[in-house]
């Protein structure tokens, strides 16, 4: 009796161990429009001091705290294109209908003056704007080692408003934001 106690307190606590978050971002987006039409979202994640000090020691090969040309492109194939498997973490539905993501352009980063790194990339759509267009951006990491900040921030549109604007949990660590936009009057 004594062993099965100590198998099932171990199994308890060793899960424990393993249910937080290995890593943080601040995450922000940007609706890309053009003509009437959503033409993609611009996604920008700050990541934690721990990943930015891996990203950094791995590709900054020339210790300048920049990256140049050669260097994202390492990031990207090193430390981003991977996620590309969990959906680069990242559910989009509009009107309702939940958007396929075919991929990412326009890959970017960045090392701030704190040493932090800055993921910018952008997530192809083609959405009409008719009177208001019904958004909910979901970040989560369905391996459950990424945590995203609760304060996303959308960046304001020209011409364009966010309206009932209301952000919640998602999934284990992850975050929903449920939005409309529309054109100003």
């Not at 090969?61 to 260097?71: G, I, R, T």
């Not at 991929?103 to 090392?111: L, P, R, S, W």
């Not at 800055?118 to 990424?146: C, G, M, Q, R, W």
Request: net charge negative.
């Amino acid at each position: 009796m004594k062993y099965i106690l100590f198998i099932t307190a171990f199994i308890f606590f060793n899960s424990l161990a393993y249910s937080h978050p290995h890593l943080f971002i601040k995450s922000s987006s940007d609706f890309l429009i053009k003509d009437n039409f959503i033409k993609g979202i611009k996604i920008s994640w700050t990541w934690d001091k721990w990943w930015s000090e891996d990203v950094i020691n791995e590709c900054d090969k020339n210790n300048d705290n920049l990256f140049d040309e050669k260097e994202t492109q390492l990031i990207y194939e090193d430390f981003f294109i991977g996620i590309e498997d969990f959906n680069y973490f990242t559910e989009i539905t509009i009107n309702n209908k939940k958007i396929k993501i075919a991929g990412v352009k326009d890959f970017k980063a960045f090392i701030n003056s704190d040493k932090i790194v800055t993921y910018i990339f952008v997530i192809p759509i083609e959405v009409k704007i008719e009177d208001e267009v019904k958004i909910s951006l979901a970040f989560n990491d369905e391996t459950i080692y990424t945590a995203f900040d609760k304060n996303v921030v959308l960046k304001n549109i020209t011409g364009y408003a966010y309206k009932n604007l209301k952000i919640t949990n998602y999934s284990y660590y992850g975050v929903k934001i449920d939005f409309t936009i529309a054109k100003n009057k």
